[in-house]
C-alpha cells in the first residue's frame, strides 16, 4: 500500500542575506523508518520552484508506508531575483 506523505520545507532567515535572494530547486531526501529507528529504505525527490526567504513551499511525495520518516534537504540552489 502506497502513502500519499505530505511534507514542508520552511526558510528560516540568513543573516546579512538580502531579501533579493530565493531559494530554489531542492534535492529532498525522505527515510522511511521503523518502530525502533530503523532505516527501512528513502526516497530522493526534487522539489522545484523557488521560496522566498522566510517563505515555505508546500510540497509531498508518495511512499511506501512506515512507522515514521525523517525528511532532510541534501542539495538546494540561491538564485538572486535581479533587484
Known sequence: ?????????HIEPV???GLDRIYRERLIQIE????SGKILGSTTIWVLG???V??????SASVP???SY???????????LGT
Open 70 to 80: 525523517r525528511v532532510q534537504v541534501l542539495s538546494f540552489d540561491w538564485t538572486g
Open 1 to 9: 500500500m502506497t502513502l500519499r506523505f505530505g511534507v514542508f520545507d
Open 54 to 59: 522566510n517563505g515555505r513551499a508546500y510540497f
Open 32 to 35: 522511511r523508518l521503523d518502530a
Open 15 to 17: 543573516p546579512g542575506l
Open 50 to 52: 523557488g521560496v522566498p
Open 65 to 67: 508506508d512506515a512507522t
